[in-house]
T-cell receptor
């Protein structure tokens, strides 16, 4: 199957700092990338959908100024958590799709801990 | 609203068979997916159904009935490594994946 690489796998940062997470599709062009957040023992929650070259579409309740998403190319999307707080600590997962009915391919996830 | 229901937790015995059910109500339907997720890891794709019927893939099979808004994932010859959460997801009319809360499957020796 297709490979999606997410980096870093885990990060610890101080409260008030910003963290950037990268999501790359290694062997296909991802027209659409999705960013999810998952709290312990809970399901995946979609944060935003981004299409290459256009602004991301954020889900209700997700602050677009806090979670900056850039999808500058067909193989790279980034999520920047700005001014991170302990409540932002979570498992962040990206997925990439060529669109349509095909399955989405997931990155390995990033465990963010804000101290 | 859109809704996907799965049991929260199931327990089964190694070597046995288990069926995990999923019911859905979504705005449009463009396929149903089953994913496996081990704790602390990203989901991995298991199966895809878009037409009614049974799709078999090794020890795993997935069934879909669109008229009933119902699917199940059948796992045979259970192994300890099958202990994981199983996520049901539906692509709606916008091709966006709507996720169920997941079913935690516990396998006992």
């Amino acid at each position: 199957g297709a490979v999606v690489s997410q980096h870093p796998s885990w990060v610890i940062c101080k409260s008030g700092t910003s963290v950037k997470i990268e999501c790359r599709s290694l062997d296909f062009q991802a027209t659409t990338m999705f960013w999810y957040r998952q709290f312990p023992k809970q399901s995946l929650m979609l944060m935003a959908t981004s299409n290459e070259g256009s602004k991301a579409t954020y889900e209700q309740g997700v602050e677009k100024d806090k979670f900056l998403i850039n999808h500058a190319s067909l193989t790279l999307s980034t999520l920047t958590v700005t001014s991170a707080h302990p409540e932002d600590s979570s498992f962040y997962i990206c997925s990439a799709s060529t669109g349509g009915v095909t399955e989405a391919f997931f990155g390995q996830g990033t465990r963010l801990t804000v101290v | 609203g859109q809704n996907i229901d799965q049991p929260t937790e199931m327990t089964a015995t190694e070597g046995a068979i288990v069926q995990i059910n999923c019911t859905y109500q979504t705005s449009g339907f463009n396929g149903l997916f089953w994913y496996q997720q081990h704790a602390g890891e990203a989901p991995t794709f298991l199966s895809y159904n878009v037409l009614d019927g049974l799709e078999e893939k090794g020890r795993f099979s997935s069934f879909l009935s669109r008229s009933k808004g119902y699917s199940y994932l059948l796992l045979k010859e259970l192994q300890m490594k099958d202990s994981a959460s199983y996520l049901c997801a539906v692509k709606d009319s916008n091709y966006q994946l709507i996720w169920g809360a997941g079913t935690k499957l516990i396998i006992k020796p």
